[in-house]
């Protein structure tokens, strides 16, 4: 397979992830890079920051 595979494409939504666990709530102030979405323990999932400064959700 080496030299086939361009990249590695995850979908970020579908039936494959499970939802990441919310460290946040709504309306809370949130920093850029900060991380607002833990990782389940059963699934795949992975964790989510802020991409923005600003408060939750946008």
Partial sequence: MVGKISGVHLPLGGGLLKPATPLVSE???????????????EGFSIGV???AGERYPP
């Fill in 27 to 41: 309306g809370d102030e949130v920093e850029y890079e900060q991380k607002i979405g833990e990782p389940v323990d």
């Fill in 49 to 51: 920051w802020a991409s």
